[in-house]
């Protein structure tokens, strides 16, 4: 076993762990052959009897015992990290957990890492994210600033592929359990996956948008993932009505 694999077994509480060996079949009365009369020999020292060899007992950090709705930051972060549960880790070169303000009024979920978000170990770093920056920036918002930004599924797809159900239905417990923590007065979806991993039903952004959705008792609004923007110019006046609809919801909140 490699020491790398040994590490995140250990880091999973999964191992290493050795079992004692069956004790062997004792042998028939009848196969039991009696010693000869020969000479005496001369009595042999009998060796000090030694305890079967049992794994040590290692103290489990908190990320991998600590239920997950029990887990602080730090501990969900060391466990996004581990995990193994699905494909994407194969590839992956680091979980990107999220970024920002976590006390933040506004949460932003996108889709997944890209190739340049899985080599920095941040969302939205690419051209997607220089994108965002910019709708922040046109609400009077900034990226760590009261915004906290975070993804459907915490690993790359390959290929930036759109992540399958199973994958997003593996990392919804983390994003749940960052909402928890978050306790943001508004979620912003942007794109169709990170909208139905919140939602759990099947969505049309062109149907879903300008609309007030529940998360869990908290608002959220669905709009066009800033990849798509860069991609279908036109649609870039309706993201700009819904970033006004998203400044009017949060005026609301605010003023309750």
């Not at 030694?50 to 887990?71: D, E, H």
Request: proline share 9%; with cysteine; net charge neutral.
């Amino acid at each position: 076993m490699s020491a790398e694999r040994e590490h995140i077994l250990r880091e999973m509480g999964l191992g290493p762990a050795w079992k004692l060996r069956a004790a062997p079949a004792p042998i028939p009365a009848d196969e039991v052959v009696a010693p000869s009369p020969t000479a005496a020999e001369p009595p042999r020292e009998i060796a000090p009897t030694i305890a079967p060899t049992i794994a040590p007992t290692i103290a489990p950090t908190v990320a991998t015992t600590a239920p997950l709705a029990a887990m602080g930051w730090d501990e969900l972060a060391a466990t996004v990290t581990a995990c193994r549960q699905c494909r994407l880790c194969e590839a992956r070169k680091q979980a990107v957990l999220g970024v920002g303000d976590r006390n933040a009024d506004w949460l932003f979920v996108g889709e997944g890492p890209g190739a340049e978000e899985d080599q920095r170990g941040e969302p939205f770093v690419g051209q997607a994210g220089k994108l965002l920056d910019s709708m922040l920036a046109a609400i009077g918002l900034k990226r760590g600033n009261d915004v906290y930004i975070a993804n459907a599924v915490k690993c790359r797809p390959p290929e930036n592929r759109t992540p399958a159900p199973e994958e997003t239905a593996t990392c919804r417990p983390y994003l749940e359990r960052q909402i928890e923590l978050i306790q943001p007065r508004l979620i912003v979806a942007l794109g169709r996956p990170a909208a139905q991993t919140l939602l759990q039903s099947e969505v049309k952004i062109g149907a879903a948008r300008g609309k007030l959705h529940d998360y869990r008792g908290i608002p959220l609004i669905i709009t066009y993932h800033p990849a798509y923007l860069l991609r279908t110019l036109l649609d870039k006046a309706k993201a700009w009505e819904d970033l006004c609809f998203m400044r009017h919801t949060m005026q609301k909140q605010k003023d309750r």
